[in-house]
Structure formats: structure tokens, C-alpha cells
């Protein structure tokens, strides 16, 4: 009989709690808790701090070339910029014919040597968010924030005076990022090019 008092107690003491009441609207149904969608300048800072938009377009602030001849005409530009900035030695006057990387982008770590006979130059730029022009809430729940940005060419990037990657580099750029609501903070979901 003891036993059992005891065991009696401990079920009473060990329950769960009775679950609370939902708060509910005039109406009756339950009250969602709505997010505000953050400004354009918190918008910024969150995506300009962000992986994503680390890691957007990042292939774009590189370029590979065959360091053998012949040099298909579409990279030519590009490597006698390179050539003409001191990055590398082009030309039929080194034997055979094929690119080679002049004495300071030897040491340099954005010089990349291939097994498979080809150099890869990265990074020739970095990106910087110049603005959120707009921040709409989406009926799902996150919001989109339209942006601008730019290419910063390093000192590499800089060779490149005319042609696509100088295109690319001079042009101011657009992009959307997705943002979500993860709980405690605003974070980038996803950019994607507009």
C-alpha cells in the first residue's frame, strides 16, 4: 500500500503540463505572427554580409588559358593584356609558340598551373552591393530585394582595358535576392540575376 502512494505520486508529479490556449484573433481564428520585412538598408547589410552573395557569379572574376599554342582567337585579347600588363609572355618568341607567366605572376597565388597544360586566373575581381533599390514581401513569406552591384577588378582584373571580361567588369550589375525569415533573422535565400 505504501508502494503504491508513492508510486501514485510520482505520476501526479511527472505529468505533462495541460497545453495553453491558443491566443486567437476577434474573429476567432488563431493570430499569425507577422514578420515586418526588414528596410532596404538592413537589406544591404544582410545580403552584402551574406555566402550567397559571396559565392554569386564567382566564376565571372576568373579566366582560362591554354599555356600552348595555338591560342584560340577568342582568348588572344585577353592574353596580350595580360601580356601587356607584365602577367605573362605570349608570343612566337618564346620556342615552341605558348604562353608563359612573366616573373611576377610567378610567386602570385591567383596563378593557377594545370597538369592538363592550361592556367587559371582567379580572382580578377571582387563584388560590391551599391544598393537596394526595393524590398516586396512575397505571399509566401519572404521577401525579395532588388539590388545593384559592381565588379572591383584587382590589379590583375585591371589588365583588361577592352573586350568581354572589361565588359563585364564596367557594367553596373542587377540581381534579386530571396530573403527568408529563419526563425531569429532575416538571411539570403537565394540571388538571382534580373
Same mark, same amino acid.
Given at each position: 500500500?505504501?508502494?503504491?502512494?508513492?508510486?501514485l505520486l510520482?505520476?501526479?508529479?511527472?505529468?505533462?503540463?495541460?497545453p +495553453?490556449?491558443?491566443?486567437?484573433?476577434?474573429?476567432?481564428?488563431?493570430?499569425?505572427?507577422?514578420?515586418?520585412?526588414?528596410?532596404?538598408?538592413?537589406?544591404?547589410?544582410?545580403?552584402?554580409?551574406?555566402?550567397?552573395?559571396?559565392?554569386?557569379?564567382?566564376?565571372?572574376?576568373?579566366?582560362?588559358?591554354?599555356?600552348?599554342?595555338?591560342?584560340?582567337?577568342?582568348?588572344?585579347g585577353?592574353?596580350?593584356?595580360?601580356?601587356?600588363?607584365g602577367?605573362?609572355?605570349?608570343?612566337?618568341?618564346?620556342?615552341?609558340?605558348?604562353?608563359?607567366?612573366?616573373?611576377?605572376? +610567378?610567386?602570385?597565388?591567383?596563378?593557377?598551373?594545370?597538369?592538363?597544360?592550361?592556367?587559371?586566373?582567379?580572382?580578377?575581381?571582387? +563584388?560590391?552591393?551599391?544598393?537596394? @533599390?526595393s524590398?516586396?514581401?512575397?505571399?509566401?513569406? @519572404?521577401?525579395?530585394?532588388?539590388?545593384?552591384?559592381?565588379?572591383?577588378?584587382?590589379?590583375?582584373?585591371?589588365?583588361?582595358?577592352?573586350?568581354?571580361?572589361?565588359?563585364?567588369?564596367?557594367?553596373?550589375?542587377?540581381?534579386?535576392?530571396?530573403?527568408?525569415?529563419?526563425?531569429?533573422a532575416? @538571411?539570403?535565400?537565394?540571388?538571382?540575376?534580373?
Amino acid at each position: 500500500m505504501k508502494h503504491a502512494a508513492i508510486v501514485l505520486l510520482l505520476l501526479v508529479g511527472c505529468r505533462a503540463p495541460e497545453p +495553453k490556449p491558443a491566443q486567437s484573433s476577434s474573429a476567432g481564428a488563431p493570430a499569425k505572427q507577422t514578420i515586418p520585412p526588414p528596410s532596404a538598408a538592413d537589406a544591404q547589410r544582410i545580403v552584402a554580409a551574406s555566402a550567397e552573395f559571396s559565392d554569386y557569379e564567382f566564376t565571372n572574376a576568373s579566366v582560362t588559358l591554354p599555356m600552348k599554342a595555338p591560342l584560340p582567337p577568342y582568348l588572344a585579347g585577353e592574353a596580350k593584356q595580360l601580356a601587356a600588363a607584365g602577367w605573362l609572355n605570349v608570343g612566337a618568341g618564346l620556342s615552341p609558340p605558348h604562353i608563359a607567366l612573366a616573373p611576377k605572376a +610567378k610567386g602570385d597565388k591567383r596563378f593557377l598551373i594545370r597538369p592538363n597544360g592550361y592556367v587559371d586566373i582567379v580572382p580578377l575581381a571582387s +563584388k560590391e552591393l551599391t544598393g537596394v @533599390t526595393s524590398v516586396t514581401p512575397n505571399s509566401d513569406g @519572404t521577401v525579395s530585394a532588388d539590388m545593384t552591384w559592381k565588379w572591383i577588378p584587382n590589379e590583375v582584373g585591371g589588365a583588361f582595358t577592352h573586350g568581354p571580361l572589361h565588359d563585364r567588369y564596367a557594367a553596373p550589375q542587377k540581381a534579386t535576392a530571396r530573403l527568408m525569415w529563419d526563425g531569429r533573422a532575416w @538571411t539570403v535565400l537565394r540571388i538571382t540575376p534580373r
